[in-house]
Nanobody
Framework: QVQLVESGGGLVQAGGSLRLSCAAS????????MGWYRQVLGLQRGLVATISRQGSTNYADSVKGRFTISRDNAKKTVYLQLNSLEPGDTAVYYC????????????????WGQGTQVTVSS
């Protein structure tokens, strides 16, 4: 069974930084696109950033120049460096990944982590 486990959220003052991590585990054959999404209570979950297996990145306009996504394929881990944080960045941040897994039969499926809270105070 595949799991994505996030860590690194917390409370920070405006202008501060955090680093989120998300590690994949299980019977993993390969990981394609990995990404981060965020959700404010009552609103839709929205894209923050994605990164392909080869390292191509894509960012939401609201975080360009402030957030950086990266990955370590050997560790099956994706990171999100959050700099110059603003109160508007307060949300639950979710890790997402397209993962090929299985032992006797390999399937490509999309997985979500459990979420980590990021709170930015003014």
């Amino acid at each position: 069974q595949v799991q994505l486990v996030e860590s690194g959220g917390g409370l920070v003052q405006a202008g501060g930084s955090l680093r989120l991590s998300c590690a994949a585990s299980g019977s993993i054959v390969g990981i394609e696109t990995m990404g981060w999404y965020r959700q404010v209570l009552g609103l839709q979950r929205g894209l923050v950033a994605t990164i392909s297996r080869q390292g191509s990145t894509n960012y939401a306009d609201s975080v360009k120049g402030r957030f950086t996504i990266s990955r370590d394929n050997a560790k099956k881990t994706v990171y999100l460096q959050l700099n110059s944080l603003e109160p508007g960045d307060t949300a639950v941040y979710y890790c997402n990944a397209d993962i090929a897994s299985g032992t006797t039969r390999v399937l490509l499926s999309n997985y979500w982590g459990q979420g980590t809270q990021v709170t930015v105070s003014s």
